[in-house]
């Protein structure tokens, strides 16, 4: 058993691994791992954090809605450098 400390409770064991080690971490190629052989920036990187995890989490939809937000992000910084709007010039 370990303490929580955020709850001053004794907290179960497997608990604890579940939180320290949980499932979405065991894939075959570590997200962190390709971001950083790729030289991702941290929106890019965040997108495929997300995408790579999302099916292993409790409430996974919300990893989806948060690469969604990235890749809008990413978008909207590419259109202003190159001078378009929804993939179109604005000359």
Do not use: C, T
């Not at 999302?54 to 910084?77: C, H, P, S, T, V």
């Amino acid at each position: 058993m370990n303490y929580d400390h955020d709850h001053h409770d004794v907290v179960p064991e497997d608990d604890v691994n579940s939180v320290i080690d949980p499932v979405h971490y065991h894939l075959k190629k570590e997200p962190f791992d390709y971001i950083h052989d790729n030289d991702m920036g941290f929106a890019e990187g965040n997108v495929i954090k997300y995408i790579s995890r999302w099916r292993y989490k409790d409430g996974g939809l919300n990893d989806l809605y948060k690469a969604k937000q990235y890749i809008e992000m990413l978008i909207e910084k590419e259109e202003k450098q190159k001078g378009v709007k929804n993939g179109k010039s604005r000359s």
